[in-house]
Each structure stands twice: as C-alpha cells, then as structure tokens.
C-alpha cells in the first residue's frame, strides 16, 4: 500500500535557526498537505500543493511540491518558539476514495 | 474554517465496556469523514472511512467489529470502541472532508478523545 515517509521525527533548533521537514512518497501523488499539530493538540491544516513543482509560500513558511509529484518539504525561516509542534504530510492519492495517509511527523523543538 | 466537534474529550472506562465518541461538523456538510488513531509520539493512524449512508471502509488490521462506526447524517459520524482493552487506550480523531463543489480536499479535524481503558 501507499507509504509516505517523513524525516527528519526530532528537531531541536536555537531560535532563529531554520528548519526543514521532508516527505516522500512511494507512489505518485494528486496532493500533499501540510498539517501543525501542537503539544496536546489537534492537526490543523496548513496548505495544500496539487501542481507539479509547485511552491507556496505563508510568511516563513515555505512549501515545496517535487516535481514527480512523490515529495515534499516545509521549510520555516527563523525559527520562532511560536513554531514549535509536529509537522505532519499527508499524501493524498486520485480516486473516488481519497484517502489520505500521513507522514509519520516531524517534531519541533525551538529553544529560546 | 470548518468546524469540528469530537466528544467526548476524555472518557475513562473499565475493561469490558463500549465507548461511543461523535465527531459532528457544524457548519458543513461532511460526505466523507476519516478516524484516526494515534498513540503517543506516533503518527495518525487511518482505522477507516465513513460515508455517510454507506458502510464504513476499513483500513488493514482494524477489526470491523471492535470498532464500530456510523456515518448516519451528513454531519454526524460515531465511532464505538466495543469490549474495550487497556490496548485500546489510545487518542481517537475524526476528520471530515467537504462534499461535492466546495470539497477541497482539505481535512477538518475534531479535537480528539482520549480513551483510557482501566
């Protein structure tokens, strides 16, 4: 079945430091989605990339879509203590089932 | 955005009993809502789609029967863990997607149920 791997799972950066999560398919794509969780939270949705190549910006946040459709990344600039949660992908795949199978997430650690 | 509402938040129950958890969207129409099951540090976990007024899809390894669920309305869709373990102990989240025209493919997600079987 569909597999979307996700690294790296810990990050622990100095404030004003970047940071990069990756995701990647094992097969092709329709869309990838970005979800924050924050520490005893839920996901919530951060944006979706369906294009080819495709990058979106939301202020220091960056996303990339591969152009094979099968990876991923979120970038953030300067990192904030506000950024601090789990990053998670999730790959959707075409069909009238749309399901939708996430990374195993990326967690953030900003220290002051 | 859309809302949707998880209930119960917490529920604790004794080995043997069922807990039902509703995920209700409130502003939208949900034709497709997923569960989900994460335990801690981990991923979510896909247990199945629901649509409403048709059974529901299970994922790989989930047992139909232990984990019953009802897509009833286009806003409501419930989940009951029967004859629960202490190995069912586990955070439980529903999704929703929008239907039709408005459907983005973006997922809306309840605030969860933490389920603690003693």
């Known amino acids: 079945g569909q597999q979307v791997m996700q690294i790296p799972q810990y990050q622990h950066v100095q404030e004003g430091e970047d940071f990069t999560t990756y995701c990647n398919s094992s097969t092709t794509l329709s869309n990838i989605q970005w979800y924050k969780q924050r520490p005893g939270g839920h996901p919530v949705f951060l944006i979706q990339l369906v294009k080819s190549g495709e990058v979106k910006k939301q202020k220091r946040l960056t996303f990339q879509f591969g152009e094979a459709k099968k990876n991923s990344s979120l970038h953030i600039t300067a990192t904030q203590t506000t950024d601090v949660g789990t990053y998670f992908c999730?790959?959707?795949?075409?069909?009238?089932?749309?399901?939708?199978?996430f990374g195993i997430g990326t967690k953030l650690q900003v220290i002051p | 955005g859309a809302v949707v509402s998880q209930h119960p938040s917490w529920v604790i129950c004794k080995s043997g009993t069922s807990v039902k958890i509703e995920c209700r969207s409130l502003?939208?129409?949900?034709?497709?809502m997923f569960w989900y099951r994460q335990f801690p540090k981990q991923s979510l976990m896909l247990m199945a789609t629901?649509?409403?007024?048709?059974?529901?899809?299970?994922e790989q390894g989930v047992e139909k029967d232990k984990f019953l669920i009802n897509h009833a309305s286009l806003t409501l869709s419930t989940l009951t863990v029967t004859s629960a373990h202490p190995e069912d102990s586990s955070f439980y989240i529903c999704?929703?997607?929008?239907?039709?025209?408005?459907?983005?493919?973006?997922?809306?997600f309840g605030e969860g149920s933490r389920l603690t079987v003693l």
């Open positions: 999730a790959g959707q795949t075409s069909g009238g089932y749309q399901k939708v199978t």
């Open positions: 999704s929703a997607m929008t239907g039709g025209w408005s459907n983005t493919g973006e997922l809306f």
């Open positions: 629901s649509n409403e007024g048709s059974k529901a899809t299970y």
């Open positions: 502003d939208f129409q949900a034709t497709t």
